[in-house]
Structures are given as C-alpha cells and as structure tokens.
C-alpha cells in the first residue's frame, strides 16, 4: 500500500467515530479527498459527499460507513464510576479488562472497563454472561465531583483506538467495521478522478459517501440515496472471514483473508452490476471471492436498492475477523484489490450501459 494511502488509513482508525459522533472523522475524510472532488459537501443527518463529474448521464453512489460501535455515558456514580449504555451491537462479553478513552468535550480522558474479580465471583457463576449493567468504567477518580467536572452524560467512548500490525499485511483496530470501507470508497474515488479529469463527456457522475449511523440501522445511507437520485449504488463494509477457528463455514461460507473482496450475490444485489462487477475482477485479474446473500443484506446496499424508483445496487465486502471486537483483523491487500475492483468497475460503465435485468 501507498505511503500516503496508509497514512490515511491509519488516520482513520484513530480517530473516534461513534455512531452519532462522527464529525471528526469527516473532518479527516474532507481534508483527503478534496483535492481530488469537484465538490465536497455535508448534509444535516452528517453525511459527507465527495462529487466528481456531476453532471455526468450515469448517476453513481458509492457508499462506505464511517461509523464504529461504542458506548455513551449514561450515570456518574458518587463514587466516581461510570455506568454506559451500547451504541450498536457491542457485545458485553468481550468488554471486561479494556482499556477504553471517553471523548469528552474538553478532551479524550482514559479509563479501564471495571468488574468483579474472578477470585470474588461465586463458583456457580463464573462464566455466565456478562451483562453490560454489570460493568463499569474506572478513571481513577476520588469520586463522582471530579468525574463530572470533566465527563457529561452523553458523551461518547470507543476502545482505546490504535493500529497494531501483525506481519506484512494484516492488521488490528478496533473500528476497522466500517473505517476501512470509507477508505476504500474514498481510495477508488481517488483512482476515478485521475481518469475522468483527462476525459471529455466522460458518462459517469460519480458520489463518493461516507455515511454516518449504519450501526444503529442504516439511517445515513437512506437519507444520502435519497439526496444523491444514483442509478446505481454500491456499498463498501466488512463481511466475517471463515479461517478462523470461531467461524463455521456452514454458517457464512468459505471468505479468507488475503483472497481479495467478497462480490455479493442475492436478492438486495443487483444480477448485471454484479455480473459487471464480476467480468471486470477477472478481466483485471483482481482476486476477489462470491459470497452468497440469500436476502436483505444487513448494510448500506439494502437501504440504497429501494431507495426512490429503485437503485441498482451492489455490495463489495472486506473480509474481518473478530467483528465488534477491540481486535478486528483486515488484510492491506484485500482493501487495495477492493479499491482497483471499484475503481475499474466504474470506469467500465459507460453510456449505453443498462442495469435492468432480462
């Protein structure tokens, strides 16, 4: 990957963007791709869209999430702990014994995920689910005046963000679902834009998106579709890698990383885009692997398909261990292989293309 890429990439994955509190990360978004878009622009609900060739015949959206899972402050104890409620799908279970970092107005402040030591747990219910009720944040204050003189509820924690690289490509973050689809929607924006500038009527209006509230049920990609009118929509997010050994293959099929994106097929997806989709990965010699997606898929794609009249969708996956983690694992080589795949499948499109299926 490209020095400057990675830079990006990295940037991403250390700045916090729980859903709802996602204004930083745009800021960051902004500052990358403006150099590259004829116009950069937010909208109320906190979407960020980076347009190229607007006028262009072909209306197309690409559409990435920049929002991760968290949590929000919801009671400061007098003793100076602090209880939370999940924003998404975090899972309890994983949480106790983290180091997390609550994004306070007047800064981010650190802290641990408190709860009872196993010597104090009675033997009957030690390994019983955690519930989030049960847990509690620790920022080594006396008591609760201090706490609240620097923490209001409402505000948002992430797990303490960083990147950490395990070998050559792959790499760890809490957030990579879904930063590393607004890179790679971003990435690919980057790549069209050096084409279509050299190009006279060139048919392609391209909307780059990053969307904001997809964890808590796909709320910016609809109000984005809906603004944008595309003819087609395709969605960029993580999708469970199966080479591991917590993931039965029965369960979501065979997805490896390092084997390049995922191309979806099913219902929400639409048969000549990912038919086109498709051709071009083997035409460019780009790896990529078919997942199967026998209904509405649980992403930006299945609100963009009905947006409106109607969107021709599609849906490029990035394949992620450990989902909703404070471990995610994605491999550099499979963002790179998704962003080319994006990239060449747009500049595949031209004027005559039709995506109603027959």
Not at 4 to 30: A, C, D, H, N, Y
Not at 64 to 72: A, F
Not at 166 to 185: E, H, M, Q, T, W
Request: hydrophobic share 40%; aromatic share 4%.
């Amino acid at each position: 990957m490209e020095k400057e890429s990675l830079q990006f990439l990295t940037k991403l994955l250390e700045t916090p963007s729980v859903s709802g509190f996602e204004t930083k990360i745009q800021q960051v978004i902004r500052k990358r791709v403006s150099p590259f878009a004829d116009s950069v622009e937010s909208d109320v609900h906190g979407n960020l869209t980076a347009a190229l060739n607007p006028s262009g015949k072909v209306r197309v959206m690409l559409a990435g999430h920049c929002d991760q899972i968290g949590m929000m402050v919801h009671h400061i104890t007098d003793s100076g702990f602090i209880y939370v409620r999940e924003v998404g799908g975090l899972d309890p279970s994983v949480i106790p014994g983290s180091l997390v970092t609550i994004h306070a107005k007047s800064g981010p402040i650190e802290g641990v995920i408190g709860y009872k030591p196993v010597h104090l747990v009675p033997p009957g219910d030690r390994g019983k689910k955690v519930e989030l009720s049960q847990l509690w944040i620790d920022i080594g204050a006396a008591n609760g005046g201090e706490v609240k003189a620097k923490i209001s509820v409402g505000d948002s924690v992430t797990y303490k963000l960083g990147v950490t690289h395990l070998g050559k490509y792959i790499i760890s973050s809490p957030g990579c679902d879904n930063r590393v689809g607004a890179f790679v929607v971003m990435e690919a924006f980057r790549l069209v834009s050096k084409v279509i500038k050299r190009k006279k009527n060139y048919p392609v209006a391209l909307f780059a998106v990053s969307t904001v509230q997809e964890e808590i049920g796909l709320r910016g990609a609809r109000t984005a579709a809906y603004a944008v009118d595309p003819h087609v929509g395709i969605a960029v997010d993580v999708t469970h890698s199966s080479d591991n050994p917590g993931v039965d293959v029965k369960e979501v099929g065979v997805v490896k990383l390092g084997e390049g994106p995922t191309i979806s097929r099913g219902p929400n997806i639409n048969p000549v885009l990912e038919e086109l989709l498709t051709a071009t990965a083997k035409k460019k010699r780009i790896k990529f692997q078919t997942l199967a997606a026998p209904g509405a898929t649980g992403t930006d794609a299945n609100v963009i398909q009905v947006s409106r009249g109607g969107v021709a969708a599609a849906l490029i996956g990035l394949p992620n261990r450990y989902m909703h983690t404070q471990v995610e694992l994605v491999d550099l080589r499979d963002l790179e292989s998704a962003t080319k795949l994006l990239a060449e499948t747009i500049l595949a499109i031209t004027s005559r293309t039709s995506f109603i299926p027959k």
